[in-house]
């Protein structure tokens, strides 16, 4: 079946613009997480979704970011104001519900110039 | 202490050679236990779950020592494609068990 998606796969901006990045999780899985991933470091997590439970933001680095999930379908996170330090990988997974394993989408690639 | 916490390698390998890494995590609240394998600008994908018995794949073994909180990953007769970065994940537990930390990872080179 298909995979965790991910749009746009890369992205280029200029600081102090805003981006958006879409997520489209596997069908029928009820958790959605986003992390970023800078060059040579470990994944850093910023937010779940459970289902219509409140989310948990408690990974999200400054209030220039957000994110949304309308149900158990796609996820939108948003940076506004792009600073240099946000070049990174943002890397989506979704898991089915209550389950630990988590399947990861191929990341969109942001460079904030 | 790093709350996961791997050895960052190069490890560099011939075919055929047998590897192992580890892993300790700071975390006593922990439960579970995982390697995934991440290849150079692909996304992370998950290689086993460790138990507390220890487990076994294939070529892969792997093992939990809670006591110590220390992890292993064992590759025997190592393949080319086994050549990626082996990120070892712990979950936070305590109410927080879908929170997974994740190590930065060991790099795996295997040569022909």
């Known amino acids: 079946g298909a995979g965790v998606s991910q749009s746009p796969s890369n992205k280029v901006t200029e600081k102090g613009k805003d981006v958006e990045l879409r997520c489209d999780p596997i069908?029928?899985?009820?958790?959605l997480y986003w992390y970023r991933q800078r060059l040579g470091q470990g994944l850093e997590f910023l937010i779940y979704?459970?289902?219509?439970?409140?989310?948990?933001k408690s990974g999200l680095p400054s209030d220039r970011f957000s994110a949304e999930r309308t149900g158990e379908s796609v996820s939108t996170l948003t940076i506004q104001r792009t600073q240099q330090e946000d070049s990174a990988v943002y890397l989506c997974a979704s898991s089915p519900y209550y389950q630990e394993t988590q399947y990861f989408g191929p990341g969109t690639r942001l460079l904030v110039l | 202490r790093k709350e996961v916490e791997q050895d960052p390698g190069p490890f560099n390998v011939p075919e055929g050679a047998t590897v192992a890494f580890n892993c300790t995590y700071s975390n006593s609240a922990s439960q579970s236990f995982f390697w995934y394998r991440q290849d150079c600008r692909k996304e992370p994908k998950l290689l086993m779950s460790?138990?507390?018995s220890g487990n076994e794949d294939g070529r892969f073994t792997a093992q939990l020592n809670r006591a110590s909180q220390y992890i292993s990953l064992l590759i025997r007769d190592s393949k080319l494609s086994d050549s990626a970065t082996y990120l070892c994940?712990?979950?936070?537990?305590?109410?927080?068990?879908?929170?997974?930390?994740f190590g930065k990872g060991t790099l795996l080179t295997v040569n022909p």
């Open positions: 460790v138990y507390s």
């Open positions: 069908s029928g899985h009820t958790a």
């Open positions: 979704f459970q289902g219509n439970s409140a989310p948990d």
């Open positions: 994940v712990v979950n936070r537990g305590g109410g927080s068990n879908y929170k997974l930390t």
